[in-house]
C-alpha cells in the first residue's frame, strides 16, 4: 500500500481525506503530519486557496519524499467582502483557535439581517509527486445563522447552513456533509489525480 501525505495536522482533515481515498476505491495509506514531528509548518504566504494549497504540498513533498496532498480552505463571507478567506484559521489572531474566529465572524454580522449572512466554503486541494503538481477546487454556498448548532464539525460548520438544507454542516453526519462540502468535491476530484501519481 502506498504511503501519502496529508500536509496538516488537523486529524479531521486526515480522517475526512481517508474516507473520500476509500470510497474511491484507492489502495493508498494517508497519514498526518503527526508522522512528521521534525517537519515545520509550512507558512501559507499566498495570495489565494490554490497557491497556498500548492505551498504547502510541495514543502511536505520535500521534506518527506512522499506524494503529498495539501488543502487550503475557508469561509468566504458576502457582507465581508470575501473575508476571512485564506484568514479563515487566524481570523481572530492566532492560527487554529476555532471559537475565537467563529465568535469574531459572528460579532461582525450581528447587526445584519439574515437576508445579508450569504457565505460559502471555499477548498483548493493540491497533490505534489516526482513527476506532477494538480489543483483541483470546491466550493459550497449557504448562509451563516447567529448562534452555533451542531458538533460534529470544526473552524465554522456550527454556524454555517448550506443552501437547501435547514441544519448546519456540525450537525450532519460525516457521510451527509462528505457528499456535499468543499473539501469533500475538492479530495474527491484530487483522488484519481492522486492515483495516477502513486501507481
Known amino acids: 500500500m502506498t504511503r501519502v501525505v496529508l500536509a496538516t ?3 479531521g482533515k486526515v480522517v475526512e481525506l481517508r474516507r473520500i481515498l476509500e470510497a ?3 489502495d493508498i495509506h494517508l497519514v498526518g503530519m503527526d508522522q512528521f514531528p521534525d517537519v515545520p509548518d509550512v507558512v501559507e504566504t499566498g495570495s489565494t486557496f490554490a497557491e497556498n494549497a500548492l505551498l504547502k504540498a510541495r514543502a511536505v513533498y520535500e521534506a518527506t519524499g512522499l506524494v503529498a496532498v495539501a ?3 475557508g469561509l468566504v463571507v458576502e457582507a465581508l467582502n470575501g473575508m476571512p478567506g485564506i484568514l479563515s484559521a487566524r481570523w ?3 492560527h487554529g483557535d476555532d471559537q ?3 465568535d469574531l465572524v459572528l460579532a461582525q ?5 439574515d437576508e ?3 457565505a460559502a466554503f471555499v477548498c483548493a486541494a493540491a497533490a505534489v509527486g516526482p513527476d506532477a503538481e494538480e489543483i483541483a477546487a470546491g466550493t459550497i454556498v449557504g448562509s451563516l445563522i447567529r448562534e452555533p448548532r451542531g458538533t460534529n464539525g470544526f473552524g465554522y460548520d456550527p454556524i454555517f447552513v448550506p ?3 435547514d441544519i448546519t454542516t456540525a450537525e450532519m453526519s460525516a457521510e451527509d456533509k462528505d457528499a456535499i462540502s468543499h473539501r469533500g468535491e475538492a479530495f474527491r476530484a484530487i483522488a484519481p489525480l492522486l492515483a495516477g501519481m502513486v501507481s
Request: aromatic share 4%; no cysteine.
Open 71 to 73: 488543502d487550503d480552505s
Open 24 to 26: 474511491a476505491g484507492l
Open 116 to 118: 445579508r449572512r450569504g
Open 109 to 113: 454580522l450581528s447587526d445584519l439581517p
Open 163 to 165: 443552501d437547501g438544507y
Open 100 to 102: 475565537a474566529n467563529l
Open 92 to 94: 481572530a489572531g492566532r
Open 9 to 11: 495536522r488537523n486529524e
